[in-house]
């Protein structure tokens, strides 16, 4: 295979030619400081949203087992409350993770 045929040869050592991927400008091949900050807002932006919808469905789940009565829908009440609860502390500390970095 000659130097001609591989497509992200910067330089030819026989023609001296420049490859069109070495003349595009630095910042072209990278993500930027902006895009960067805009994904990390979206992140951030989607993490609250599920982090108030845990917490909804946590406080949801503790009102139906004051409701409820028989023991079978008692004991389906306790596993949806430890359920909805974890999921609630995972999103809080991978909310607090994101903040301190």
Not at 4 to 10: C, F, Y
Not at 30 to 49: A, G, I, M, P
Not at 73 to 101: D, G, P, W
Request: proline share 3%; charged share 40%; with cysteine.
């Amino acid at each position: 295979m000659s130097c001609h045929e591989k497509p992200k040869k910067h330089h030819c050592c026989c023609t001296g030619h420049i490859s069109e991927e070495s003349k595009m400008p630095r910042w072209r091949k990278f993500v930027t400081n902006e895009e960067k900050k805009e994904s990390l807002r979206e992140y951030k932006d989607q993490l609250e949203k599920e982090l108030k919808a845990a917490h909804r469905d946590w406080k949801r789940a503790r009102q139906y087992f004051n409701l409820v009565s028989e023991p079978e829908l008692k004991e389906y009440a306790i596993y949806l409350i430890e359920a909805t609860e974890k999921k609630y502390n995972f999103l809080l500390k991978k909310k607090e993770k994101k903040q301190i970095n």
